[in-house]
């Protein structure tokens, strides 16, 4: 089963893919956003078919005390949208601190932060991703996210 993870930004889309079994997420692009949410998910369509993707994986923003606010509202609404332009199933999964574990990876690695601001989105996507295929393979009897 092959997934690819979003991080929806406000500027831009980070993008992972899984392999094609399913166990490992890596960073594979970020898209610039442009001035509708048509535009970006046809472009995500794309990508998704040529990836050969079975599922889309979008991370959802929940605030610290696990609740939704206008930021997981906006991504639930953006969702709608984007699953008109898909031919796949999309799940949701807890994005918390996502972008923290990113800019740490990069950090770590030694990047600095102009060319970090780069590859940040795909990479807290990579996490997204690879989170969300860790909890499945842990526990497979659970049922994907939909709404």
């Known amino acids: 089963m092959r997934a690819v993870g979003l991080d929806l930004g406000s500027v ?9 079994e399913g166990r490992v997420a890596v960073p594979s692009t970020t898209l610039r956003r442009g001035r509708s949410w048509a535009g970006d998910h046809e472009q995500v369509a794309r990508l998704v078919a ?11 923003p929940l605030s610290m005390d696990g609740t939704e606010g206008p930021a997981a509202r906006r991504t639930r609404k953006e969702l709608v949208h984007l699953r008109r332009h898909l031919q796949v ?3 949701t999964y807890d994005e918390r ?3 923290v574990a990113a800019n740490r990876s ?5 990047m600095n932060v102009a060319r970090s ?9 990579t996490v997204i991703l690879q989170s969300w295929l860790d909890q499945r393979r842990a526990h497979p009897e659970m049922p994907e996210e939909r709404p």
């Open 117 to 125: 601001r780069e590859h940040v989105d795909e990479v807290a996507a």
């Open 106 to 110: 990069l950090a770590e690695a030694g």
């Open 89 to 91: 199933p999309v799940d």
């Open 12 to 20: 831009r889309i980070g993008v992972a893919v899984s392999d094609s």
């Open 97 to 99: 601190l996502s972008t």
């Open 50 to 60: 040529e990836q050969e993707a079975d599922i889309v994986v979008v991370g959802l």
